[in-house]
């Protein structure tokens, strides 16, 4: 059974930063992409990050230059650095996976971690 657990959440001042990790379990998952999405309070889950199987990297406008996906393959482990955070970037953000093959929407998804971004 496939298992995405996410850490890293907690209180940042705007302007800080925050790593975040995610956790993946039950199958390997070299030859999956890995997703970063997040949902602020009354809002849609948006994009925020993704690192395919192959290392590509695609970031959502609003955080490209301070948010960095990095996947250690070895661990089964995705990172998101996050840096010069914004109070409107407090949101629960959620670690995704899919298959590469898969040109679909992402299928796993780990239950997310709180981020709150104060001013």
């Not at 993704?50 to 230059?65: E, M």
């Not at 914004?86 to 629960?92: L, V």
Request: net charge positive; glycine share 10%; charged share 25%.
């Amino acid at each position: 059974q496939v298992r995405l657990v996410e850490s890293g959440g907690g209180l940042a001042q705007a302007g800080g930063s925050l790593r975040l990790s995610c956790a993946a379990s039950g199958r390997t998952f070299d030859r999956y992409d890995m997703g970063w999405f997040r949902r602020a309070p009354g809002k849609e889950r948006e994009f925020v990050a993704a690192v395919r199987w192959n290392n590509d990297t695609d970031y959502a406008d609003s955080v490209k230059g301070r948010f960095a996906v990095t996947r250690d393959k070895a661990k089964n482990a995705v990172h998101l650095q996050m840096n010069a955070l914004k109070p409107e970037e407090t949101a629960i953000y959620c670690c995704a996976a899919k298959s590469s093959r898969y040109r679909g929407h992402y299928y796993h998804w780990g239950q997310g971690t709180q981020v709150t971004v104060s001013s």
